[in-house]
Each structure stands twice: as structure tokens, then as C-alpha cells.
């Protein structure tokens, strides 16, 4: 399709937070013109958009997060991270079917449409049906593997490396393991040989509590990323989510080998794991992108709230206000996202970049007055402000409706159904 955006405001992410007025032209999967109006020539419309002075940005990047766990939303809350992961959450896992993987990351989908998010980095059980449930809705998929002492094996992760990068052009796979403490030394050795042979960077849950990181040190004598980097795990890249509870150590290691950080603020305050230290990371050049973590420990996939906690919590934790600023934040949810995830085509709106699109309501309180348009998005702006989403060029969600052919009344039906089903046997 050929649309043509006019009459916006268009915050381009590339040369930082800078607005330019004028249009944005969409071709197919990618975008063909951004800038000031002028002429389109010979090209012939299917739809031209009047965006009446809203902004249209790049979508915004859940750099982490367990789509298919919407079934928990509300069903393990206010416990501890261990006690909830043991007594609730991994003995309700071992019930669901592929199937109900797939149900639940359509329910996921909708969540994320509503809410600007055009990818996301998803850790969870069989990623080829969360692969299948983001091809047929329409969601750009970074999938990455959760491999531990339960599953898969290392021979299934790689076959599934080279299965689904391949599969579609939304959906890439990055291979990961879930944590330290999940997995036995032997294991991440294997891991590490496996790395080496498709020289592939890796990613896990890491440092995300206090007593993960203290046991880590007392089987090891090292914190959680040096312990990885012993075994050669990061020797092509990658990054960690959570990193809550990084040494100085920690984070030169990661500065040096141009590792990421995926931070999850919402998860990590609702869990009482701790606050990550951003500024740091920051200072020492570490890209830092943001995640929700599932949406049983968060409990929402709002990138919105996550980017005010990102800055909220830093403050607090530097007792400075000007800490974390919020034109870094949203380089963060977008740009630095995209980087974290292998989508390079994805980070910026210019010519030749995927068309994965939202437009944000300027027309609505809590956006007015527009002394500046990007600090709002950060400060007052919420899933509200989300008018359109486009993903590879297809509008998938506007003005309050989904536009992916799906029922949404059935999604949410369905959801309830395995919730009961599974917590009843």
C-alpha cells in the first residue's frame, strides 16, 4: 500500500528529539519520504492521511517481556520473585499447551497494538507459536530463547536458530537462556560451544535480585555477568534484562564488550527486586533499552509507564532530579530498543527504514500545553495519546480499532477459558 501522512509532526528519533512538520510517505514495508510537503508525482494513493498536527514517531520497542503469561495477570500477586516463580507461576507453566501459548500471545498483541509497542523481545515457551500468533496479527517478533535445566535442549535451541530466522520476515530468534540460577555450569558450557560454532550474541535474565547475585558469587566466586563471560557467553555480544544489581565490575564489562542492559522498571518495583542503576550505565556508554517483563509480574504491557519509572526511579535512587532525562528515555524505548534487538531497519523514520509507525493524540489533556511535545510523551503521555499503529506498513490499530482481522471479544474469551482450565486441574 501507498499512504501518504500529511499535516503532522514528525519526531524522527534521529538527529535526538527535534520535530519537523510535513509528511511521511509509506511504500509497501518501508518508508519513502520524510520531510517538508511537496509534490508526490506519479504515485497513486491508497489512503492520505490528514494527521491534523499529531506526531507520528517509531514505535516503541518491548525490548523483554513473556507475552504468552497474560493468563496470570492478576492470579500471583504481592509474593516475592522466588516463592512466586516456584509455587505459582513455574507449576501453572508446566499445564499449558502450545496452543494456549498461542491464544495468549494474540491476547498480548492487542495489548501491545493499544500501546504504540511495534516489536518486541519475547522469552517464552514454544516461540514458534508465539512466532505463528505474531505473524498472523501482524507484530514485528524478536524471539529469544529461555533455555535452563527444564528445556529445551541445546540442540533444540539451535534448531530453532536456524528454523526461525528463516520463517518470516517479522520474526527473528536470538539464542538465551533464561538465567544463572536455572542453569548448571555443564549446560552453559554447551551453550557457550554452540555461540562459538554460529559466533551469535546471547541474552538472559541476569542480576535481577540481591540473593541471585550473592549465590552466583558464593558457587562461583563471581557475580552473574563475569561468571558468563568466563565461559566465553558473551564473547559475540548480547545483553541481560533486569541488571538491577551490577557492580562497577559488572558494568565495565559490559561497556567494553558493547554488551546491552534491558531494564525493567515495573517488574522490578512490583517484585521489590530493586532498582537498576541507570545513571551508571549512562555514564559509562552502556545501551539501555527498556522492557515490561510479563504481564504477570508487572501486571501491563505499557511502555508509557515504563518510561516514566525508568526516569521516576532514577531520580530517586541519584536524589537528583536532573538524572536520567527524559529526551534519553525515550531514545531509550525506541532507538536503543531497536539496537538491543537486532532491528537496525526499525530504530529511526527516514527513507529506506521498515514503516513500523504509531501516531500520538495531541488533541487530549494531558498533552496540552505543547511547551514540549517529546517531555510529554514521557511525563504525562499514556496508551490514550496512541491514535494509529503501523507495522511493516500495514495499519493495524486506529482510533480504537483493531485493523488485523482479529475478534477481539473472542481473544479475551479465550484467555479466561485457559485461565480456569488451568488453574482448576
Same mark, same amino acid.
Not at 412 to 425: D, T, V
Given at each position: 500500500?501507498?499512504?501518504?501522512?500529511?499535516?503532522?509532526?514528525?519526531?524522527?528519533?534521529?538527529?535526538?528529539?527535534?520535530?519537523?512538520?510535513?509528511?511521511?510517505?509509506?511504500?509497501?514495508?518501508?518508508?519513502?519520504?520524510?520531510?517538508?510537503?511537496?509534490?508526490?508525482?506519479?504515485?497513486?494513493?491508497?489512503?492520505?492521511?490528514?494527521?491534523?498536527?499529531?506526531?507520528?514517531?517509531?514505535?516503541?520497542?518491548?525490548?523483554?517481556?513473556?507475552?504468552?503469561?497474560?493468563?496470570?495477570?492478576?492470579?500471583?500477586?504481592?509474593?516475592?520473585?522466588?516463592?512466586?516463580?516456584?509455587?505459582?507461576?513455574?507449576?501453572?507453566?508446566?499445564?499449558?499447551?502450545?496452543?494456549?501459548?498461542?491464544?495468549?500471545?494474540?491476547?498480548?498483541?492487542?495489548?501491545?497494538?493499544?500501546?504504540?509497542?511495534?516489536?518486541?523481545?519475547?522469552?517464552?515457551?514454544?516461540?514458534?507459536?508465539?512466532?505463528?500468533?505474531?505473524?498472523?496479527?501482524?507484530?514485528?517478533?524478536?524471539?529469544?530463547?529461555?533455555?535452563?535445566?527444564?528445556?529445551?535442549?541445546?540442540?533444540?535451541?539451535?534448531?530453532?536458530?536456524?528454523?526461525?530466522?528463516?520463517?518470516?520476515?517479522?520474526?527473528?530468534?536470538?539464542?538465551?537462556?533464561?538465567?544463572?540460577?536455572?542453569?548448571?555450569?555443564?549446560?552453559?558450557?554447551?551453550?557457550?560451544?554452540?555461540?562459538?560454532?554460529?559466533?551469535?550474541?546471547?541474552?538472559?535474565?541476569?542480576?535481577?535480585?540481591?540473593?541471585?547475585?550473592?549465590?552466583?558469587?558464593?558457587?562461583?566466586?563471581?557475580?552473574?555477568?563475569?561468571?558468563?563471560?568466563?565461559?566465553?557467553?558473551?564473547?559475540?555480544?548480547?545483553?541481560?534484562?533486569?541488571?538491577?544489581?551490577?557492580?562497577?565490575?559488572?558494568?565495565?564489562?559490559?561497556?567494553?564488550?558493547?554488551?546491552?542492559?534491558?531494564?525493567?522498571?515495573?517488574?522490578?518495583?512490583?517484585?521489590?527486586?530493586? &532498582?537498576?542503576?541507570?545513571?551508571?550505565?549512562?555514564?559509562?556508554?552502556?545501551?539501555?533499552? &527498556?522492557?515490561?517483563?510479563?504481564?504477570?509480574?508487572?501486571?501491563?504491557?505499557?511502555?508509557?509507564?515504563?518510561?516514566?519509572?525508568?526516569?521516576?526511579?532514577?531520580?530517586?535512587?541519584?536524589?537528583?532530579?536532573?538524572?536520567?532525562?527524559?529526551?534519553?528515555?525515550?531514545?531509550?524505548? &525506541?532507538?536503543?530498543?531497536?539496537?538491543?534487538?537486532?532491528?537496525?531497519?526499525?530504530?529511526?523514520?527516514?527513507?529506506?527504514?521498515?514503516?513500523?509507525?504509531?501516531?500520538?493524540?495531541?488533541?487530549?489533556?494531558?498533552?496540552?500545553?505543547?511547551?514540549?511535545?517529546?517531555?510529554?510523551?514521557?511525563?504525562?503521555?499514556?496508551?490514550?495519546?496512541?491514535?494509529?499503529?503501523?507495522?511493516?506498513?500495514?495499519?493495524?490499530?486506529?482510533?480504537?480499532?483493531?485493523?488485523?482481522?482479529?475478534?477481539?471479544?473472542?481473544?479475551?474469551?479465550?484467555?479466561?477459558? &485457559?485461565?480456569?482450565?488451568?488453574?482448576?486441574?
Amino acid at each position: 500500500m501507498n499512504i501518504r501522512f500529511y499535516n503532522a509532526r514528525i519526531l524522527t528519533m534521529k538527529d535526538g528529539c527535534n520535530l519537523l512538520e510535513g509528511e511521511l510517505w509509506t511504500q509497501n514495508e518501508k518508508i519513502a519520504y520524510v520531510g517538508p510537503a511537496k509534490e508526490a508525482g506519479e504515485i497513486k494513493w491508497d489512503r492520505e492521511i490528514d494527521c491534523g498536527g499529531n506526531v507520528l514517531m517509531p514505535g516503541f520497542k518491548n525490548a523483554h517481556t513473556h507475552s504468552g503469561m497474560t493468563a496470570m495477570r492478576s492470579f500471583a500477586d504481592d509474593m516475592p520473585l522466588q516463592e512466586w516463580l516456584n509455587t505459582k507461576i513455574f507449576p501453572l507453566e508446566a499445564k499449558m499447551t502450545e496452543q494456549d501459548n498461542y491464544d495468549l500471545t494474540q491476547l498480548a498483541i492487542l495489548e501491545y497494538l493499544t500501546g504504540g509497542v511495534t516489536s518486541i523481545f519475547d522469552m517464552y515457551l514454544s516461540p514458534k507459536d508465539i512466532a505463528q500468533a505474531c505473524i498472523d496479527m501482524g507484530m514485528r517478533c524478536v524471539l529469544v530463547s529461555g533455555l535452563n535445566k527444564f528445556g529445551p535442549s541445546v540442540e533444540e535451541m539451535e534448531n530453532r536458530y536456524l528454523k526461525l530466522n528463516n520463517m518470516h520476515p517479522l520474526i527473528s530468534y536470538r539464542m538465551g537462556v533464561h538465567a544463572e540460577y536455572t542453569c548448571e555450569k555443564a549446560l552453559l558450557e554447551e551453550v557457550s560451544a554452540l555461540i562459538h560454532k554460529h559466533k551469535a550474541p546471547l541474552f538472559a535474565h541476569m542480576s535481577e535480585t540481591k540473593l541471585e547475585t550473592d549465590e552466583c558469587v558464593e558457587r562461583y566466586g563471581m557475580t552473574p555477568p563475569q561468571f558468563f563471560d568466563s565461559l566465553g557467553l558473551f564473547d559475540f555480544g548480547g545483553g541481560a534484562y533486569h541488571c538491577v544489581y551490577f557492580t562497577e565490575e559488572d558494568m565495565d564489562l559490559f561497556a567494553k564488550k558493547g554488551l546491552h542492559v534491558v531494564t525493567n522498571p515495573g517488574s522490578n518495583t512490583k517484585l521489590a527486586s530493586g &532498582i537498576a542503576p541507570i545513571g551508571r550505565f549512562l555514564e559509562k556508554g552502556i545501551n539501555v533499552a &527498556i522492557g515490561t517483563d510479563g504481564p504477570s509480574s508487572n501486571n501491563c504491557l505499557d511502555m508509557f509507564r515504563e518510561m516514566f519509572l525508568v526516569t521516576g526511579l532514577a531520580k530517586l535512587l541519584q536524589k537528583d532530579a536532573s538524572a536520567v532525562d527524559a529526551y534519553e528515555v525515550l531514545k531509550m524505548a &525506541i532507538v536503543n530498543g531497536a539496537h538491543a534487538m537486532g532491528l537496525a531497519d526499525a530504530d529511526v523514520l527516514e527513507e529506506g527504514k521498515l514503516a513500523d509507525i504509531i501516531m500520538i493524540d495531541l488533541h487530549q489533556p494531558n498533552m496540552q500545553p505543547l511547551n514540549n511535545i517529546a517531555k510529554n510523551i514521557v511525563y504525562s503521555g499514556s496508551k490514550q495519546n496512541v491514535k494509529m499503529t503501523m507495522i511493516n506498513g500495514q495499519i493495524l490499530y486506529e482510533n480504537g480499532e483493531f485493523l488485523n482481522g482479529v475478534d477481539a471479544e473472542k481473544i479475551y474469551a479465550k484467555a479466561n477459558e &485457559i485461565i480456569a482450565r488451568l488453574s482448576a486441574q
